[in-house]
């Protein structure tokens, strides 16, 4: 394992999110308390408890899955395209380090800084609404296996992606829809049977109704399954890695 060469490509990505402060965590972390006043503040004080959570605390794992999804796409797609854009990329595939190695370096920055962005916003929520977090543990577990998960796929869009307007659709056209219909905002036992059952098709379901059961002890999926989905789509998207190096899929002119 070249360490000095993951080393390399950590630190420089990293450095990038240091440089743009406003736009990599002042942005996002404004964006979602936003989200804390209107929906925390201002209409959760006019609705009923959920499960026995007050509702202002019942959004808040899903509103940070929101920010943790979106940026570990973001960051990791990004990483990975601009090397592609400026040629450089063939600097990085022709050095001495193995793909593996070039993928811990680039996904591993990635979803290090989404999950400093998801803690930032866990420590704001704490500003405007009153939480707890009953299996610390768990959630922090599945903020690291979900930040990981996702900069997988981030860095799949990046590697696919041959303008800045494909970086954009699949985490704006797909992924935030996804969030918003998973039951970041209410339990899908509260909508219709039938509905309920279109909802379980949507994965995202699965990762919030873990990472509110990290919080409160309730979930609309059991944690064992939402577990499960989060480890099968982890190894989907390594297995759809390996091809793309083994191929040279959009590396290799």
């Not at 939480?131 to 869009?157: D, E, K, Q, R």
């Not at 039951?183 to 994965?203: A, C, H, K, R, V």
């Not at 989905?229 to 590396?251: D, E, K, P």
């Amino acid at each position: 394992m070249n360490l000095y060469g993951i080393l390399a490509i950590y630190k420089f990505e990293m450095a990038r999110m240091w440089r743009t402060l406003m736009q990599s965590v002042a942005s996002p972390v404004i964006s979602t308390s936003l989200y804390f006043v209107v929906f925390g503040s201002a209409i959760g004080s006019r609705m009923g408890d959920i499960d026995g959570i007050s509702y202002g605390a019942y959004i808040i794992p899903g509103l940070i899955m929101l920010t943790l999804l979106m940026q570990s796409i973001s960051n990791a797609s990004f990483g990975i395209y601009m090397p592609r854009f400026s040629g450089t990329i063939y600097e990085v595939l022709s050095a001495p380090v193995s793909f593996v190695e070039v993928v811990i370096g680039y996904v591993g920055a990635a979803a290090t800084k989404s999950v400093i962005l998801g803690l930032i916003i866990l420590a704001t929520a704490r500003l405007f609404v009153d939480y707890s977090v009953l299996h610390p543990f768990w959630m922090f577990s599945f903020l690291i296996l979900t930040a990981v998960t996702f900069s997988l796929f981030g860095f799949i869009i990046g590697v696919w992606a041959d303008g800045f307007e494909k970086l954009q659709i699949v985490p704006l056209m797909i992924v935030t829809p996804l969030v918003f219909l998973g039951g970041t905002f209410y339990s899908i036992d509260m909508l219709p049977e039938i509905w309920q059952t279109i909802t379980l098709f949507n994965p995202v379901v699965y990762l919030i109704s873990g990472f509110r059961w990290a919080f409160y002890g309730v979930s609309d999926i059991h944690v064992g399954i939402s577990v499960g989905m989060i480890l099968l789509f982890l190894t989907v998207c390594m297995v759809l890695i390996r091809w793309i190096f083994r191929t040279g899929y959009r590396l290799k002119p």
